[in-house]
C-alpha cells in the first residue's frame, strides 16, 4: 500500500509563492507517475498538473505558467512550487499517485491519495 503525505500548504497573499510537498513510501517510487489535484467544498476535484517517470510534465491550462511540478526520486518526493498565486487557487491540494506511466489526468486513473492540505490565498 503506497501512502502519501502532504506538506506545505498555509495561507498567503495573492502574488505571493507556496511549494508543496508530497511524501511517498514506496520502494518503486522512481516508476511512479505522480500528480497534484485540487478541490474546493461543494466541487468535484480538478486536475493540476501529472509528472511521470521519465519527467515528462502536463499543466492544467489554469496553472500553466505559475506552477512547476518536480520530483526528487532519492527522497522519494514530488513538489509543486506555486508562483503568481490568485484567490481562485484557495483549495485543498492533494497528492496522487499510479503505477501506470502514462500521463493522466482524471482522478479514477490514481489508486493512492493523500490527505490533503489546504492553501488559502488572501485578496
Known amino acids: 500500500q503506497v501512502q502519501l503525505v502532504e506538506s506545505g500548504g498555509g495561507l498567503v497573499q495573492a502574488g505571493g509563492s507556496l511549494r508543496l510537498s508530497c511524501a511517498v513510501s514506496g520502494r518503486t517510487f522512481s516508476s511512479y507517475t505522480m500528480a497534484w489535484f485540487r478541490q474546493a467544498p461543494g466541487k468535484e476535484r480538478e486536475f493540476v498538473v501529472v509528472?511521470?517517470?521519465?519527467?515528462?510534465?502536463y499543466y492544467s491550462d489554469s496553472v500553466k505558467g505559475r506552477f512547476t511540478i518536480s520530483r526528487d526520486n532519492a527522497k522519494n518526493t514530488v513538489y509543486l512550487q506555486m508562483n503568481s498565486l490568485k484567490p481562485e487557487d484557495t483549495d485543498v491540494y492533494y497528492c496522487?499517485?499510479?503505477?501506470?506511466?502514462?500521463?493522466?489526468?482524471?482522478?479514477?486513473?490514481?489508486?493512492?491519495w493523500g490527505q490533503g492540505t489546504q492553501v488559502t490565498v488572501s485578496s
Open positions: 509528472i511521470n517517470w521519465s519527467d515528462s510534465t
Open positions: 496522487a499517485a499510479t503505477q501506470r506511466p502514462w500521463l493522466k489526468t482524471k482522478v479514477a486513473d490514481f489508486g493512492s
